[in-house]
């Protein structure tokens, strides 16, 4: 690339800013066509028992995504790296996943593989002690997104909330790459919402889940770098994966396949109770809401003040977790397409 077209752009993509409205403008742009080609080659999901959804919908929509990601932390030259790192691998084998169907124990080596890779290179060596539990994190988290892909909008304003939570936290911390990664899911999120959200035109597909997955995982083993912003980071975090964590539990003691599609996840319990899509995003979103009101609380509290902040994050997931028990709709929806 010459290099006056570097001084530009990197000149353009100075602030988290920029990379928002990149990110926005690569999606918005991006995911008609992908739409289109998608179409074509007939990759559609078909809904079944355990879907959310009764209309057959492309998948892969997350191909936009993991561009615009990408191109705009290419700009950041001490993020594009880790970021690529991050989302790539898991992008591309979710992509191969979305046209062929891999087998499920394929799948799950394959992401175990790449978990262990991840946290090996992104953890500071002084932490290489935690590498088994940063695998697991890593390999979780991105399955725990996965799931989340067949409620209409609720990964695209998971990413608006965490981002913007990220942002800020970077901001308040000084912390560049966690501002950066939050301006990049803000911008994705507003984007994949417009076609995912109110009228799901397309589904992120297994290449944007896993690629998303990753990049929230995996910026967080990498933030250890910095300690202090660590904890405020997973705040948000926590009602994905508290939510998976006593799905798991749930379904082991009962002796499930455990790697069988299920319809057990709060927000799914939510939808089958016959709440609309749109009402379970926001009550989910709530959630994650308070969880970011106290990450950013905890940027300027001291370890106890911490600690209470975390128990009240788990106190309130917990109300989620049991809400479908008495939470009940003023009038049942049908599903949504």
Known sequence: ???????????????????????????IVGVPFTIYFLRK?????????????????????????????????????????????????????????????????????IQLILAILNAYILLPPKYLIWLLPATLFILGFVNAWNFMDGINGLSAFSCILIGGTWWILGSLEHFKFD????????????????????????????????????????????SLTEPKIV????????????????????????????LES????????????GFSHLTVDLIYCFFVLYCSLMAILATKSNWSEIAIEVVACFFIIGLYLISPNFLTPAEKTAPNS
């Open 179 to 222: 501002s950066i990664v939050g301006a990049i899911s803000v911008g994705i999120g507003i984007g994949f919402a417009i076609y995912n959200a109110f009228v799901p035109k397309v589904f992120l597909g297994d290449v944007g889940a896993y690629g998303l997955g990753a990049l929230f995982s995996g910026s967080l083993i990498y």
């Open 231 to 258: 904890v405020p980071m997973l705040l948000p975090l926590l009602p994905a994966i508290v939510d998976t964590s006593f799905t798991f539990v749930k379904r082991a003691t009962k002796k499930e396949r455990l």
């Open 41 to 109: 080659f007939n990759n559609y999901d078909v809904p079944n028992n355990r879907s959310s959804h009764i209309t057959p919908t492309p998948r892969a929509g997350g191909i936009p995504l993991i561009i615009a990601i990408v191109s705009a932390s290419f700009f950041y030259l001490n993020v594009y790296t880790q970021i690529t790192i991050l989302v790539l691998p898991y992008a591309i084998l979710g992509l191969i996943d979305d046209f062929r169907n891999l087998s499920a124990k394929l799948r799950l080596l």
């Open 1 to 27: 690339m010459p290099a006056i077209i570097k001084i530009i752009m990197r000149t353009f993509f100075s602030t988290p800013i920029n990379a928002l409205l990149v990110c926005f403008i690569i999606v």
């Open 262 to 273: 299920h319809r057990d996840h709060t927000y799914q319990n939510l939808i089958d109770k």
